[in-house]
């Protein structure tokens, strides 16, 4: 069993401070693809990658690659990772703790004879905080990289295209990033919980059992612009008061289905203080561990906000934006992390679920994925509070270093 270190954790801590230093804002981490400080982290932690014994590249889409390179890979290449980039006033242990740790929990096996090839990998752009397409890195290594998204543009009216052509990348080469499955061992994946289950039962580590779908949509809302003094309230169309009961609704309706459903944004449309709301748009995010649940939930929602308008005599419009299917992890490979929890926990693995994206998402279509999370403080984060202790790092290193012990069994 290899041992809980300390010193270990503590330069995989310093490191991350190291690392969140590359951002584009003073005092806050923000780092956006194929930006500047993406280049500069992505030096930084192929100068750590070379230091732990790794070969280092960076493939087509801007991923950064480190590998423990095998003498006798006679099975497929085993990949560690998770990526690199942040949201905006971000936390810094959110992606960066999980590539970090893999180069420390390979840097411990070297001049041990491994029958395969080990990678890590920082996925260069998991949370699509420049143009809002998200798991662009992982994508690429997938095969699903989408031509179109060359054209994505940023809040600067820059594209993908341009972007990547002044990072030094070439659009047409792309797909040299893309992985073959029949090449593959696995992807392992250490993250923190980003919520705050492993907290409240006092765990350190948990093993993850899937990841939840989601679906995203716009809702846009049109009655009539009135008079707010001079229009009664019978003979109103206020699209504010029907988007009101539509968000109203929203949360009954999650809490009955026992999903997750929320409105993260609500804008009303060329609003004044005297008034009737004519025009609001509201963005509801719905998300469950069950690819038919949130089907269904989807339906029954999206029709219970048609029957309100309806009452309301307002029109209302519905966008999917953004869609992806619930992933199970690998089953083997969750039984694996649990013994490797036990041995060196001394405790049975507690087994939990994601309810947020992740680049594992991708690695799926292409080999077994498997994922290991760290307790977080109160469960918060994408938020500067976000937080770790030093003994959960120092135990989820010692169960991911005993994965890799066992691996050559797979």
């Known amino acids: 069993m290899p041992a809980v270190s300390l010193e270990k954790a503590q330069r995989i801590m310093r490191r991350i401070d190291t690392l969140a230093q590359y951002s584009a804002m003073d005092g806050m981490v923000t780092r956006a693809y194929l930006t500047a400080q993406h280049k500069a982290a992505h030096q930084q932690l192929a100068e750590w990658m070379q230091q732990a014994g790794l070969q280092t590249w960076q493939d087509e889409v801007g991923n950064q690659w480190g590998r423990l390179v095998s003498a006798n890979p006679t099975q497929g290449t085993l990949i560690i990772g998770s990526h690199s980039d942040t949201v905006v006033n971000a936390g810094k242990y959110d992606g ?32 699509g905080t420049r143009f809002n397409t998200t798991l662009l890195g992982s994508s690429g290594v997938c095969g699903c990289w989408n031509p179109a998204w060359l054209d994505i543009v940023d809040a600067d009216g820059i594209s993908i295209g341009q972007a990547l052509a002044e990072f030094g990348l070439e659009a047409a080469a792309i797909g040299q990033a893309s992985r073959q499955a029949e090449s593959l061992k696995g992807y392992l994946e250490v993250h923190i919980e980003q919520g705050p289950m492993l907290e409240s039962l006092d765990l350190a580590v948990g093993v993850v059992t899937g990841i939840a779908g989601a679906k995203r949509y716009l809702i846009d809302i049109k009655g009539v612009a009135g008079h707010a003094g001079t229009v009664p309230l019978a003979l109103r169309h206020d699209a504010l008061c029907a988007a009101a009961e539509m968000i109203s609704c929203t949360e009954s309706f999650a809490q009955q289905q026992q999903i997750v459903a929320t409105v993260g944004k609500c804008q009303i449309r060329g609003g004044a203080v005297n008034v009737i709301p004519g025009n609001v748009q509201f963005s509801l995010d719905i998300r469950s561990q069950d690819q038919a649940q949130l089907e269904l939930c989807c339906q029954q929602l999206l029709e219970q906000y048609r029957t309100i308008a309806a009452a309301r005599a307002v029109t209302i419009n519905i966008e999917n934006i953004y869609q992806a299917s619930a992933v199970p992890c690998d089953a083997k490979l969750q039984a694996q992390w649990g013994e490797a929890v036990a041995a060196v926990t001394g405790k049975p693995a507690y087994y939990l679920s994601s309810g947020a994206g992740h680049d594992a998402m991708m690695m799926a279509n292409i080999t077994p994925m498997g994922m290991l999370f760290l307790r977080c403080e109160k469960g918060i984060s994408h938020n500067p509070r976000e937080n770790v202790q030093l003994d959960d790092v120092a135990v989820a290193l010692a169960c991911l270093i005993q994965m890799l012990h066992s691996a050559s069994a797979w």
């Open 96 to 127: 960066p703790l999980g590539v970090i740790m893999a180069i420390e929990a390979l840097a411990s096996l070297q001049g041990q004879a491994l029958p395969f090839h080990v990678d890590v990998v920082a996925f260069a752009d998991e949370e």
